[in-house]
């Protein structure tokens, strides 16, 4: 079975401060690792994923996401906030042995000016 | 521009009323899917597809139906057995279900909201 955490309901950073939007997960296999994000009243639109290589992977919009195997972990990061990244954001997880990814509960990002 | 189509945005459904959520894809997509959003509760799998003519139930298919006539088309009806319907419901696809290809990203619709009256 596959699972994904958010542990934080809320984030809330200033801008221009960095962020980070925790995901761990658990997978028997290995795991493909996604970011997404939600604005509201919108579909979810896809931000980066880890397959495999480096570690450390760039997407969309200035984010990033290091992958930890020993931490089982995919944390979502950026080294500066804007009042436009506040919205609702998802990590998915999908294990090579699955046939189809698992959503956590997303965390809602509040970047104040 | 290529991308996934739903309508309507909003339907509201009466008591004891089967409703059908549209979900078109132009992306050449194999795999579609639905999901369904609840507040605090993130997305749940109801239905997906991995090609024409197959679909598999997903984690809450109970008072779902669906079918895959076509590769574009996914339709999603809610029947009257589905006792709480209001939700945001969100179709996506992937280029592939096929578990042996890594790494398929989903690509989502804008959602439709479903209200009961």
């Given at each position: 079975a596959q699972s994904v955490a958010q542990p934080e309901d809320q984030v809330n950073v200033a801008e221009g401060n960095p962020l980070t939007v925790k995901c761990t997960y658990s997978v028997s296999g290995n795991p493909y690792l996604f970011w997404y994000v939600q604005y509201p009243n919108r579909g979810l639109q896809f931000l980066l994923k880890y397959?495999?290589?480096?570690n450390l992977v760039k997407g969309s919009y200035g984010f990033e996401a290091e992958f930890n195997k020993s931490q089982t972990s995919f944390h979502l990061k950026k080294p500066s906030a804007l009042v436009s990244d506040s919205a609702l954001y998802f990590c998915a997880v999908r294990d090579t042995n699955a046939g189809k990814s698992t959503f956590g509960d997303g965390t809602t990002l509040t970047v104040k000016p | 521009d290529g991308g996934i189509t739903q309508s309507p945005k909003y339907l509201f459904r009466k008591e004891g009323q089967n409703v059908t959520l549209s979900c078109e894809q132009?992306?050449?997509?194999d795999a579609m899917y639905w999901y369904r959003q609840d507040p605090g509760q993130g997305l749940r799998l109801i239905y997906y597809s991995q090609i024409v003519n197959d679909f598999q139930k997903g984690d809450i298919a109970e008072g779902y139906s669906v079918s895959?006539?076509?590769?574009?088309s996914f339709p999603l009806t809610v029947t009257s057995?589905?006792?709480?319907?209001?939700a945001f419901y969100l179709c996506a696809s992937s280029?592939?279900?096929?578990?042996?290809?890594?790494?398929n990203t989903i690509y989502f619709g804008e959602g439709s909201w479903l209200t009961v009256v």
């Open positions: 397959i495999t290589g480096d | 132009n992306l050449n997509h895959r006539e076509k590769k574009e057995a589905q006792k709480n319907p209001t280029i592939t279900g096929d578990r042996t290809v890594s790494g």
